[in-house]
C-alpha cells in the first residue's frame, strides 16, 4: 500500500545500491540494504530467466504471434521512443525473432534530434512501416502548464499519458493482439518511488489536476485508465503485451554499442532522455525543487544487474545530470515552446509543493491491483 512521505527521518543510504531516504518509505534491514535490493534478490532474479530456459519461454510466445498474425500485414505493435529499451525491441523483433512488427510512435512535442534520427535510422534499416500519432500541441501545452500550476512533482505524467494511451487504445481500435514493450528487469529493476512519479494512468488525477488548473479542453488527446487496459482491452479485446528483454541477455551499453554499429542510432546522456523536455524535469527540475534523482533508481538498477559499480555510480550521481549551461538552454526553450516567460516559470519552480494526494486519485484501487498483481507472481518489482 502507498506509504505518506516522512520528512523527518535521519539520512541513509543504502550500502549496497545508492537508493536512499529521499525515498520517504524506503526499509533497510541489518546490513544496511534497502528493500529494493532484498526484493531484487528473493523476488525478482529467481524468477528471471535469460538462458535457454528464457529462450524457450519467449519464442513459445513468438510462435504464438506469427501463428495469430497469419495473413496480416503486421503481427505485433511495438511503441518506439527512440530511446535504447523500445529501439532494442524494434531490432530484436524483426532480426532475430523474424516478426513483422508495426511501430508505433507518439509525437508529444519534445522529440530530441536523437530520438527522431534513431526512429528515422530503425524504420530505414529494418524497412518496417511506422505509424505516428501527433498530439494536439494546444492541448498538450494546456495540460502541461496545469502539471505546472499544480505544485506536483510528476509533470511527465502529460507526455506519458500520451504514449502508453496512444498505444493501448491503438491496438484495441485495430484489433492489435500483441504489444511488444522494452519493459525490463535488467535496467528497471529497482522502480522510482510514487513520490517521485505518480502513476502515469491514473486518469482520475490527471482529469482532476487539469479540471483544476487548465483552461481548454482535451478533445483529442489520447486517454486510457490503469483499469480499461489492464483488463478490458486485456481479457474482454485480447491485448496482450510481451516484455521480450526479460527473456533474452540485455545489456545497455552493448545493446546501444549494437544499435550504434547497425543503424547509426546516436547515443544520448541518460535514461528517458530522447525527450527534451524528460531531460530538462528529470535532470533539472525534480532534483532542484523536491529533491528527487531518479538515477538513484537508474543506477541502482544496474548495480544490481552487475553494469554498473557502486563506486562509479556514487560518482556520477554526484555530478549534474547534464552540463549546467545546457540546462539553463533547455530552462529557456520549456518556457519559450510552453508560451510563457521564463519567469514564470521560475515562479512555478519556487511555488509551494504538492503531491498526488493534492488531488483526486485512483490509488487506493491501485493499491489493490497492485497487492493482487504482486500475490500472483504477476508483478516483483516494488511500487509504492
Not at 504514449?163 to 535488467?186: D, E, H, P, V
Amino acid at each position: 500500500m502507498s506509504t505518506a512521505p516522512r520528512n523527518d527521518r535521519p539520512y541513509q543510504i543504502c550500502s549496497n545500491c545508492i537508493m536512499d531516504t529521499s525515498d520517504s518509505g524506503i526499509v533497510f534491514d541489518e546490513r544496511g540494504w534497502c528493500d529494493y535490493c532484498n526484493n531484487y534478490h528473493s523476488t525478482i532474479l529467481p524468477n528471471w530467466h535469460t538462458d535457454a530456459r528464457g529462450e524457450r519461454e519467449i519464442m513459445a510466445q513468438i510462435d504464438k504471434i506469427k501463428a495469430d498474425g497469419k495473413g496480416k500485414d503486421h503481427d505485433c505493435l511495438i511503441g518506439l521512443s527512440g530511446g535504447v529499451d523500445s529501439s532494442y525491441v524494434v531490432y530484436l523483433a524483426k532480426e532475430k525473432f523474424g516478426l513483422r512488427p508495426l511501430l508505433y510512435h507518439v509525437d508529444a512535442g519534445w522529440n530530441s534530434q536523437q530520438a527522431v534520427n534513431n526512429i528515422e535510422k530503425l524504420v530505414d534499416g529494418l524497412g518496417l512501416d511506422l505509424f505516428t500519432e501527433v498530439v494536439n500541441w494546444p492541448e498538450m501545452r494546456d495540460l502541461q502548464l496545469a502539471y505546472f500550476k499544480s505544485g506536483v512533482p510528476h509533470l511527465d505524467t502529460p507526455q506519458d499519458h500520451a504514449f502508453f494511451a496512444g498505444l493501448y487504445n491503438y491496438a484495441a481500435r485495430t484489433g492489435s493482439k500483441y504489444i511488444l514493450t522494452g519493459a525490463n528487469y535488467s535496467t528497471e529493476c529497482v522502480r522510482e518511488p510514487l513520490e517521485w512519479h505518480y502513476h502515469a494512468s491514473d486518469l482520475r488525477n490527471l482529469k482532476d489536476i487539469h479540471a483544476k488548473h487548465g483552461t481548454i479542453p482535451l478533445k483529442s488527446f489520447p486517454q486510457s485508465d490503469i483499469f480499461t487496459f489492464k483488463l478490458y482491452y486485456r481479457y474482454v479485446k485480447g491485448v496482450q503485451v510481451v516484455k521480450p528483454l526479460n527473456h533474452v541477455p540485455y545489456i545497455k551499453d552493448e545493446a546501444m554499442e549494437e544499435l550504434v554499429q547497425r543503424f547509426g542510432w546516436q547515443k544520448y546522456a541518460h535514461k528517458h532522455h530522447e525527450s527534451r523536455f524528460t531531460r530538462f524535469y528529470e535532470g533539472y527540475w525534480l532534483p532542484t525543487r523536491f529533491g528527487f534523482d531518479k538515477r538513484r533508481a537508474h543506477f541502482s538498477s544496474l548495480i544490481l544487474t552487475g553494469q554498473l559499480s557502486r563506486e562509479d555510480a556514487l560518482k556520477k550521481i554526484a555530478q549534474p545530470a547534464y552540463p549546467v549551461e545546457e540546462m539553463k538552454q533547455d530552462f529557456e526553450y520549456i518556457a519559450n515552446k510552453l508560451g510563457i516567460t521564463v519567469e514564470e516559470l521560475e515562479g512555478y519552480r519556487d511555488m509551494p509543493r504538492k503531491t498526488y494526494r493534492d488531488y483526486k486519485n485512483a490509488m487506493t484501487f491501485i493499491d489493490v491491483g497492485t497487492w493482487g498483481m504482486r500475490t500472483l507472481g504477476m508483478q516483483r518489482a516494488i511500487i509504492r
